[in-house]
C-alpha cells in the first residue's frame, strides 16, 4: 500500500520545487526521465508519485530509495537491458500510482533477475523496440522462456484506505495553514483501528473522522515547532491501563518511568505536551507513530499503514479474512497449473503460460 502525501495548496511553491530539483540533479537517470521537474504538470496532484514525494521529503530514507532506483537503472542500461523510450517516461512520470508503481516494480525485478541470469540469458522488454511482448526473457537449460508480470491491481480496500488517508492528509494541512505554522509530519497508522460498517468493511467517514479526532484529542499541533519522533507503540507499553487510572493524567503515570534515549522520548521536548494527554486516549489511540520535522518554506503530511503480519491468526485488519481466502484461491490456482504449459512455439522459444 503507497504513502499519501500532501503538501501546501494545489501547486509545489516554487523554493519547495528548487530543493526537489536539487535532490533529483544527484540521479542523473532520473532527473533525465523527469526532465529536471521543468514541467508545470509537477504540482501537488503528483505527491502520490514516488520519485516526486521522496524527492520533496529530501530526508535519508528518502535519499536512500532514489539511490537504490538510481543504481537499478543505471545497472540496467549498462548491460543493455533497458532502453527509456517515451512510453516508459510516461509511466514513470505518472501520478497515478498504479502507472508508476508498476513499471518500478519491473525495474526492479528485471536488476533481481539480471543478477541471477546474467546479460547473455535475460533480456527486459521494455528495452526493445518492439510492441506486445511479454516483459522478461530468459534462457535456461538450453530453453527460452517468456514471462509476464502482472501487477494486482488495488481492491476496494486499498480505494477506501487510499481516500482516508488523502482526505485526513489535506484537512492536517488546513488546520497547519490556519495555525500559520510550517512543518512536516509523518503518521504511521495502524489501519486493523479503522471504522467499519456491519458487514465489516471499512467506512471512509467514519474513519476519517476518527483518525481526525484523535490528532485533536491528541494535541499534535501543539508540537508542530518541534523537532520529534513519538513512538506510541513503545508509550503505550510503558504506561498499561490498570483499573480506572485510564483517565490519569500521562506525565503522571510516567513520572516514575525512566525515559528511553533512542530519540523517541525526551523529557524536554514532551513533559509539556504529556501533561494535556490522558492514558486511555494513549491506549486508544490509531497512530504507531509520528515524526515532525522543521520545514521553513510550507508544510508537507505523509501517512503510510504499518506493516501487517496476515500469517498473524490474532490479526484483526479490516479484509485480512478476504484477502487470506483470496490469497489462497490463488496459491491452489496457481498449484494447479504450476508446470508451463506452452501456448505458443514461434521459433525462437515457447512463450510459456504460468
Known amino acids: 500500500m503507497l504513502t499519501i502525501i500532501r503538501c501546501y495548496d494545489s501547486f509545489v511553491e516554487k523554493?519547495?520545487?528548487?530543493?526537489?530539483?536539487a535532490n533529483l540533479s544527484q540521479f542523473p537517470n532520473l532527473n533525465f526521465i523527469f526532465n529536471n521537474f521543468a514541467s508545470f504538470s509537477f504540482n501537488n496532484s503528483h505527491n502520490k508519485n514516488t520519485v516526486f514525494g521522496n524527492c520533496i521529503n529530501?530526508?535519508?530514507?528518502?535519499?536512500?530509495?532514489?539511490e537504490r532506483l538510481e543504481k537499478t537503472l543505471s545497472n540496467l542500461i549498462a548491460k543493455k537491458k533497458l532502453v527509456i523510450k517515451t512510453e516508459f517516461i510516461k509511466r514513470m512520470t505518472s501520478n497515478d500510482p498504479w502507472h508508476f508503481s508498476s513499471v518500478i516494480s519491473e525495474i526492479f525485478i528485471a536488476d533481481?533477475?539480471?543478477s541471477i541470469f546474467g546479460p547473455n540469458n535475460f533480456q527486459y522488454e521494455e528495452g526493445r523496440r518492439t510492441e506486445r511482448k511479454p516483459d522478461f526473457t530468459i534462457t535456461a537449460n538450453n530453453r527460452q522462456y517468456n514471462l509476464e508480470l502482472r501487477t494486482l491491481m488495488k481492491g476496494k480496500t486499498e480505494e477506501k484506505i487510499e481516500r482516508i488517508f488523502d482526505g485526513v492528509c489535506i484537512h492536517i494541512l488546513d488546520l497547519l495553514k490556519e495555525k500559520g505554522s510550517t512543518c512536516n509530519i509523518i503518521i504511521r497508522i495502524d489501519t486493523s483501528k479503522l471504522c467499519v460498517n456491519q458487514e465489516k468493511q471499512i467506512d471512509v467517514e467514519r474513519s476519517s473522522k476518527y483518525l481526525l479526532s484523535y490528532f485533536n484529542k491528541l494535541d499534535i499541533l501543539s508540537l508542530v515547532k518541534c523537532k520529534i519522533s513519538i513512538d506510541f507503540e513503545y508509550l503505550r507499553r510503558l504506561v498499561p491501563?490498570?483499573?480506572?487510572?485510564?483517565?490519569?493524567?500521562?506525565?503522571?503515570?510516567l513520572e516514575n518511568i525512566p525515559y528511553d534515549d533512542d530519540g523517541s522520548l525526551k523529557p524536554s521536548n514532551i513533559a509539556e505536551w504529556l501533561d494535556k494527554i490522558?492514558?486511555?486516549d494513549l491506549q486508544?489511540?490509531?497512530?504507531d507513530s509520528i515524526?515532525?520535522?522543521?520545514?521553513?518554506?510550507?508544510?508537507?503530511?505523509?501517512i503510510s499503514p504499518i506493516d501487517v503480519d496476515f500469517e498473524d491468526k490474532y490479526s484483526s485488519v479490516?479484509?485480512?479474512?478476504?484477502?487470506?481466502?483470496?490469497k489462497k484461491a490463488f496459491i491452489d490456482q496457481k498449484r494447479e497449473h504450476w508446470r508451463p504449459k506452452v501456448i505458443e512455439n514461434n521459433g525462437r522459444g515457447d512463450i510459456l503460460q504460468l
Do not use: H
Open 291 to 302: 515524526r515532525i520535522t522543521q520545514n521553513q518554506d510550507t508544510s508537507c503530511v505523509s
Open 278 to 280: 490522558a492514558i486511555n
Open 58 to 66: 529530501g530526508d535519508i530514507n528518502s535519499m536512500d530509495y532514489l
Open 241 to 253: 491501563i490498570e483499573g480506572n487510572k485510564s483517565d490519569m493524567n500521562t506525565s503522571r503515570a
Open 112 to 114: 533481481y533477475l539480471l
Open 318 to 326: 479490516p479484509g485480512a479474512a478476504a484477502s487470506e481466502m483470496n
Open 284 to 287: 486508544l489511540c490509531p497512530f
Open 15 to 21: 523554493e519547495i520545487l528548487e530543493k526537489a530539483r
